[in-house]
């Protein structure tokens, strides 16, 4: 059986725009539904991604508060370990004095007296008296070993000839040999200027000096004569 | 509107373009705005989770700081115990005050009997008066100049002497000791200066009615003369500086006494 289409052509063309037209509404339907569920979504996922922000903030903060805490507490370090030095350098800057004369000590010559030992930041000044020149100068080869303690020694007091302690003679024998004899040099004092090799500085606390107090010089001490080595061991 | 004129190619292009409008419009007004805000908190998580990773090593650390200002505290609390005198100038006026009984009565016996330890003491003890001006007193670190002390002795008992002095209960130093004499009566000679580190931080300056207190030994106050804390016990027998000396071994402070 043979259908024929006697209807005019628009009215076919009017169904499929119909069509056509319910086809794009149900996709423009589509696309509205599938951008709002994306964006509840996507929503979600923010959400998530907050409250986990909101945790790792909490553990942010205990950690920088931590951090902070750590450093406040390392800065209270300096200044006690400042005070704990000061106290710890004048115990031990106490204690070089006795260190130093005990030193001496070693290398003191036996026949050698002490008169007078005034120590400084920087030296130590020693008035002596040697029975002859023979022992002020083993005494003086002792302190030039000394290079542990003193990095410079001078000695500032030999009798010259003829100043006041003797002077020599001399004659004629039979033959018109000249016999000369020596002038003797007879106990003299002397004074010997050691620079320390490691000076005395006194502590300071927080970079303020203290005010340096005036050297241990004795006023007016007059040396006592014969004062003996404070100790005889060494050569 | 006419829909008849419409023809199938008009549908489709108005469909089309209205589809992608809507898709693209929804796009940057819905969907992008959360991206942009998801991209950034997740930017922030990244870095707070960076920063959270130190967890652990900022807790170790922490306690590991705790524990070292522990250690150096308990060093200098050993020292302060054996060493300084109680004074705080946390409030000034009682820290003064507590700096004149220092100074004016405990001080001085302390160095009194120090100073004759294993020798012969030609010195008579002399303390600089304290301040008077809570505000102008130095709160860090008190510097008390003694002076020269004399002693008489042998050389051991002299070295001995001079070493023994780390032992006395406030912190002294010994400059420049020097020797003199005949062995076994040679004589020493040394300066001596006592430093005394307050246990806290200095308070606030006090307000005074005139503020004329002079300090140190200018004009300070005679040391005899020395007013007595309202908490302070009785006070003791005046300092040998200015009338009489200390007793020894009583204590003034309510710390130690010094017989040791």
């Given amino acids: 059986m043979i259908k024929i289409n006697l209807l005019p052509g628009y009215v076919l063309e009017r169904q499929v725009v119909r069509r056509l037209m319910v086809i794009f509404a149900a996709l423009l339907a589509f696309v509205v539904v599938a951008g709002v569920a994306w964006r509840i979504q996507r929503g979600a996922a923010l959400a998530n991604l907050r409250v986990e922000l909101e945790s790792a903030k909490m553990t942010e903060n205990e950690v920088i508060s931590n951090e902070t805490r750590a450093k406040e507490e390392l800065a209270k370090i300096d200044p006690i370990n400042g005070k704990v030095k000061f106290i710890e350098d004048v115990m031990s800057y106490n204690l070089r004095g006795p260190a130093l004369y005990e030193d001496l000590t070693r290398f003191t010559y036996e026949k050698v007296r002490y008169r007078n030992i005034t120590l400084t930041d920087t030296q130590m000044e020693i008035e002596a008296y040697a029975p002859s020149l023979s022992d002020a100068g083993r005494y003086l080869l002792n302190l030039y070993r000394a290079t542990d303690l003193f990095s410079q020694v001078s000695m500032s007091e030999v009798p010259a000839y003829n100043a006041g302690s003797g002077g020599g003679s001399s004659g004629t024998r039979g033959g018109g040999v000249v016999i000369v004899r020596p002038a003797r040099v007879r106990g003299f004092d002397f004074k010997v200027t050691c620079v320390l090799a490691q000076p005395l500085s006194a502590p300071t606390y927080g970079g303020a000096a203290p005010a340096a107090g005036t050297p241990g010089v004795i006023p007016g001490a007059t040396p006592a004569p014969g004062m003996p080595p404070m100790r005889t061991r060494g050569t | 509107m006419n829909l008849s004129k419409l023809r199938r190619l008009h549908v489709i292009i108005i469909g089309s373009v209205a589809c992608v409008v809507f898709g693209v419009g929804l796009y940057f007004l819905l969907i992008r705005p959360v991206d942009l805000q998801i991209a950034q908190v997740s930017s922030e998580l990244a870095s707070s989770q960076a920063v959270g990773s130190r967890l652990m090593s900022s807790r170790q650390g922490l306690e590991e700081a705790i524990s070292k200002v522990d250690l150096v505290q308990t060093k200098l609390a050993r020292y302060e115990t054996s060493k300084m005198p109680n004074l705080s100038f946390a409030e000034r006026d009682k820290g003064m005050i507590q700096l004149w009984h220092e100074q004016s009565e405990m001080l001085g016996p302390i ?137 020894e071994g009583t204590g003034g402070m309510g710390r130690r006494g010094m017989g040791t």
């Fill in chain 2, 111 to 247: 160095l009194e009997r120090w100073a004759r330890r294993g020798v012969q003491s030609n010195s008579t003890i002399t303390l600089p008066a304290p301040p008077t001006n809570p505000n102008q007193m130095e709160t860090n670190l008190i510097r008390i100049t003694v002076g020269k002390i004399e002693v008489v002795g042998n050389f051991r008992s002299i070295l001995q002497h001079i070493r023994s002095w780390n032992t006395c209960p406030r912190l002294v130093q010994i400059d420049r000791p020097s020797l003199s004499g005949t062995s076994p009566a040679l004589t020493a000679t040394y300066d001596l200066t006592v430093y005394i580190f307050p246990r806290t931080a200095a308070g606030p300056e006090i307000k005074m009615a005139g503020a004329g207190g002079a300090t140190g030994a200018t004009a300070g106050m005679p040391p005899a003369m020395a007013p007595t804390a309202p908490t302070a016990p009785p006070a003791p027998p005046p300092p040998p500086t200015g009338a009489g000396g200390g007793n």
